[in-house]
Nanobody, 129 residues
Framework: QAQLVESGGGSVQAGGSLRLSCVVS????????MGWFRQAPGKEREGVAA????????NVAASVKGRFTISRDNAKNTLYLQMNNLKPEDTAMYYC??????????????????????WGQGTQVTVSS
């Protein structure tokens, strides 16, 4: 059973940056594929970025490509999302999610919420114009 705790959210002006972190309490973090999702009020949850167990494969949604970068530090059991040039439309609750190796994660399914077994409670990001 993995527990995920996000941090790093906050309020920034458009053009600003934030770095989200997700600490995963699990014995073998390196065995989990990871993803970042977000959900704005009145909208469905959407995948933002995903990364494979070793970090060799990453996916970034078209809406944030060139602005957001996903990374992980397996030695620290931590997932990151570096967000630059933030826009008001990036305002949302951001969640990290984990999928154990061997449970069906693939790059083509990385932005599908049912692919992931474990979720954090979320961290709020608010971008003002």
């Amino acid at each position: 059973q993995a527990q995920l705790v996000e941090s790093g959210g906050g309020s920034v002006q458009a053009g600003g940056s934030l770095r989200l972190s997700c600490v995963v309490s699990v014995y073998t973090f390196s065995s989990y594929h990871m993803g970042w999702f977000r959900q704005a009020p009145g909208k469905e949850r959407e995948g933002v970025a995903a990364i494979s167990t070793g970090g060799g494969t990453t996916n970034v949604a078209a809406s944030v490509k060139g602005r957001f970068t996903i990374s992980r530090d397996n030695a620290k059991n931590t997932l990151y999302l570096q967000m630059n040039n933030l826009k008001p439309e990036d305002t949302a609750m951001y969640y990290c999610a984990a999928a154990p190796r061997g449970t069906g994660w693939s790059p083509s399914r990385a932005f599908s919420a049912p692919t992931y077994n474990y979720w954090g409670q979320g961290t709020q990001v608010t971008v003002s114009s």
